[in-house]
């Protein structure tokens, strides 16, 4: 699907670069490598309890920046990423970003620049009603 979106205005991520981005630390040149070894090893001892999660994506979730499609069950992604914080918490005195206003998503196209959402929206449309 994401090939059938290389419209003028977007800039697709290549397939080895979709990820689902849980939790910001901070740019790598302002987080210490001990820092970062200490959040990782903390997020590891409460991750290792968890069951593992079996996730779905979509439906596809245009929006100003680009093109997402959400991960589902957003519940279970979101205690993940509670867990994930309370790591951070257990090594720094602030958590970056904000709990709030989390949505899960895998970006497959950003918007490079400002072109006409319809034949985006269009073409997305069309994929709705593609058999199979």
Avoid: K
Avoid at 56 to 62: F, R
Avoid at 97 to 106: K, S, T
């Amino acid at each position: 699907m994401q090939r059938q979106l290389a419209l003028p205005g977007l800039d697709l991520v290549p397939l080895s670069g979709l990820h689902l981005t849980m939790q910001g630390l901070g740019f790598t040149d302002e987080v210490a490598n001990s820092d970062l070894a200490a959040v990782v090893a903390a997020t590891r001892r409460r991750c290792a309890s968890l069951p593992w999660l079996e996730l779905s994506l979509g439906p596809v979730d245009p929006d100003a920046e680009g093109i997402g499609m959400l991960v589902r069950p957003w519940d279970r992604v979101e205690h993940l990423r509670a867990t994930i914080r309370d790591a951070i918490g257990a090594v720094w005195q602030t958590v970056p970003e904000a709990a709030e206003g989390f949505r899960p998503h895998v970006t497959i196209a950003y918007s490079g620049s400002q072109a006409p959402t319809a034949p985006i929206r269009d073409r997305l449309n069309a994929f709705r009603h593609q058999p199979g």
